[in-house]
């Protein structure tokens, strides 16, 4: 059943996010005076097709849910009629030619920015960052983070949410750059701290950031007391439910939920003994915790939550939310700085800055779509208006057969004078198919190696 959420998940974002980019190389084609002959949503053996319009454009839904076309009247694919030669796409302007290309990549960053700018009018409930006490010999700890302290600016721009910090911290390491964090401590009292983020490497950078400076969002003491049980977890094979409060684990009392955790998580894969208590009634029970990697390590999971009281719930979390002509504004700068950074992460890889183990690939994609659709509405369309930037960023590199090749032979042609001889072109699809089954092999190999992983 999770196998089958996540799929309808990922076809889901993965046509939406076709349609946006392929609608706008249509919409353009079509202002531009192109005749459209095919709009295809995938690839492959045709699953529905109908002929619409005056131009009877054929719309095509196929096979193969991994991307789209849309395919327009050319003389060097095919013989086109001479009433209709002015509306074949080799026969247009440059600059129009130019238009229809950059359209499905703006189309892209344009819905990102919608879905940024419904989301921030809306609302956006996240952590308020607020920082729990640093472990030792980590640059927090150096710099004299205190637990229960918030943070209200870094390097003099606001941040909101954990989020904020996250990602600013984020671009900031990558940069190596000293950071200066304005802090509120419990007295309402304003500090500042200095962190020195030279020292770090790509390497480093991989995993947790904000863990590696040794910045981690507070939480409060919570008493160990099950909340939620994940459906088919190893907690409810086990026979735990919601209510049951856990009071020792290998003998050892449990007196918070962070206690229970680390038992769970220096289990993995080894069987754990536990006493609870279900009501009046103490009970006993063995369970092995799930064996999962994160951050470089295996650690137990058993699918269990614990309970939080609302009050203090409310303490620590924000409602990020702006009026409509701030949201806009906001929205726009984010996925501003997303595609900057998606950029420079490319970049970075390229020179070695940054290992390509970062790259993602449709199986990565599938996972984080299930896990966002989960989570519900808000991050299933945080989910797509990032991969909405990603596709445009993509699409934009100066690569022959994506739509970045195709404004690098314009451009060309543009100060050139003349269009990029056929010769020209032969190669650069070569090289470009070439290139983009090297990333494409990059990629699975990164899927398979975190789905070996876990």
């Known amino acids: 059943m999770a196998l089958l959420h996540t799929l309808v998940a990922f076809v889901l974002a993965l046509g939406a996010l076709v349609i946006v980019h392929e609608f ?14 095919r709009f295809s949503i995938g690839f492959g053996f045709p699953l529905w097709s109908r002929q619409i319009g005056r ?60 879905l940024y700018w419904l989301l921030f ?45 996250r990602w600013r911290m984020l671009q900031l390491a990558l940069e190596r750059r000293t950071v200066k964090v304005e802090v509120l401590n419990r007295s309402n009292q304003l500090n500042w701290r200095t962190l020195d983020m030279s020292p770090f490497d790509a390497e480093q950078l991989e995993g947790d950031t904000l863990a590696l400076i040794g910045l981690k969002l507070y939480r409060p003491d919570i ?14 094979q086990a026979g735990l439910k919601a209510g049951d409060q856990i009071l020792a684990a290998e003998g ?46 295996t650690v137990g999971r058993i699918g269990a939550a614990a309970r939080l009281d609302p009050r203090a719930l409310e303490e620590l979390v924000t409602v990020v939310r702006y009026g409509a002509g701030s949201a806009l504004a906001k929205a726009a700068q984010k996925t501003w700085d997303t595609s900057v950074f998606s950029l ?13 183990k970062n790259l993602s690939g449709p199986v990565t994609i599938a996972d984080y779509a299930g896990q966002s659709a989960q989570l519900g509405l808000i991050s299933y369309l945080s989910f797509l208006a990032l991969i909405s ?66």
């Open 223 to 236: 008493k160990p007391v099950i909340g939620q049980i994940v459906a088919g977890s190893v907690a409810e």
């Open 24 to 37: 706008g190389h249509y919409l353009v084609a079509r202002l531009c005076g192109v005749k459209v002959l």
């Open 55 to 114: 131009d009877r454009t054929e719309w095509v839904v196929a096979a193969v849910p991994l991307g789209g076309y849309v395919k327009m009247l050319d003389e060097r694919e095919g013989e086109v009629p001479p009433q209709e030669l002015g509306r074949a796409f080799n026969r247009q302007s440059v600059w129009r030619r130019y238009a229809v290309v950059i359209a499905g990549p703006l189309a892209n960053f344009l819905f990102a920015i919608l």
């Open 252 to 297: 050892k009392p449990i007196a918070s939920w962070n206690e229970l955790v680390q038992a769970v998580r220096s289990h993995a894969g080894r069987e754990l003994h536990l006493s609870y208590r279900r009501g009046d009634e103490r009970r006993e029970l063995s369970l092995v915790p799930e064996a999962v990697q994160q951050d470089g390590s």
């Open 344 to 356: 420079e992460m490319l970049g970075r890889m390229l020179i070695g800055q940054v290992s390509w």
């Open 121 to 165: 009018m809306h609302g956006v409930q996240e952590a308020r960052p607020i920082v729990a006490a640093p472990p030792p010999h980590t640059p927090a700890a150096s710099a004299g983070f205190e637990a229960g302290e918030t943070i209200r600016a870094i390097n003099g721009e606001p941040v909101a949410s954990w989020q904020d910090v």
């Open 389 to 454: 930037i990603s596709l445009g960023v993509l699409n934009l590199l100066p690569i022959p057969l994506l739509d970045g090749g195709h404004l690098m032979y314009y451009t060309v042609e543009i100060f050139k004078g003349s269009p990029v001889s056929d010769r020209m072109m032969e190669i650069g699809q070569k090289l470009g198919l070439t290139l983009l089954l090297v990333l494409m092999a990059f990629a699975f190999y990164n899927d398979i190696n975190r789905l070996i992983s876990g």
